[in-house]
């Protein structure tokens, strides 16, 4: 049973560019959200998070949305660079003592041309 | 400014064979959390701690013993190794409440 999916395993933009990566989930308990990003032979890396409180947040280039009726959300990037080619994955965790638990997405292969 | 340390980085093991994974943090975080990274599967939890001598299952904990004597330190044990385990692990820590967990480098085993 995966609680957290990302649909698309890979997705290629041109620099410049904006790139939009998905993730659905199906856990209601789920009030914390993470994305995620890997870069090969590396630990994941943290971008950005949003609480089930907001709908969006944005940390420069990156800007998170959360849908919580549609149990979706999505990671903008613009403008797109070739150093963002990586995995992004997205996480969720529940509250309480749960924080510290993570549900990752399968991931997406994100890659930005020149 | 070391943060998340694993080791070793690589290791061959052969079927039955048992080993530890280390790691350790210097932020003095309260959960630490072992994940396995398969391709295709994303980073599944294997065993949770929130504190010094707390510890749980995650999603996938068959044939993974964990351990939590102090703050800093989360060691994996594989009691007998099974190629099904060959993975890639991260350990991982953070703060109790919402936040991020910052990742080790990971450790690719094969178990042949």
């Known amino acids: 049973d995966q609680q957290v999916k990302q649909n698309s395993p890979s997705l290629s933009v041109q620099e410049g560019r904006i790139s939009i990566l998905n993730c659905d989930y199906t856990n209601s308990m789920f009030d914390y959200f993470l994305w995620y990003k890997k870069y090969p032979a590396e630990g994941p890396t943290f971008l950005i998070s949003?609480?089930?409180?907001?709908d969006k947040n944005e940390d420069g280039r990156f800007t998170v949305f959360l849908n919580k009726s549609a149990k979706h959300l999505s990671l903008h990037i613009v403008p797109s660079q070739p150093g963002d080619s990586a995995v992004y994955f997205c996480?969720?965790?529940?509250?309480?003592?749960?924080?510290?638990?993570?549900?990752f997405g399968q991931g997406t292969i994100l890659t930005v041309h020149p | 400014n070391a943060g998340v340390t694993q080791t070793p980085k690589f290791q061959v093991l052969k079927t039955g064979q048992s080993m530890t994974l280390q790691c350790a943090q210097d932020?003095?975080?309260?959960?630490m959390s072992w994940y396995r990274q398969d391709p295709g599967m994303g980073l599944r939890l294997i065993h949770y701690s929130v504190g010094a001598g707390i510890t749980d299952q995650g999603e996938v904990p068959n044939g993974y013993n964990v351990s939590r004597s102090t703050t800093e330190d989360f060691p994996l044990r594989l009691l007998s190794a099974a190629p099904s385990q060959t993975s890639v692990y991260f350990c991982?820590?953070?703060?109790?409440?919402?936040?991020?967990?910052?990742f080790g480098q990971g450790t690719r085993l094969t178990v042949v």
């Open positions: 991982a820590s953070s703060y109790q409440g919402p936040g991020e967990a910052f």
């Open positions: 996480a969720a965790s529940a509250g309480g003592t749960s924080y510290g638990k993570l549900t």
């Open positions: 949003i609480s089930s409180i907001k």
């Open positions: 932020m003095n975080h309260e959960y």
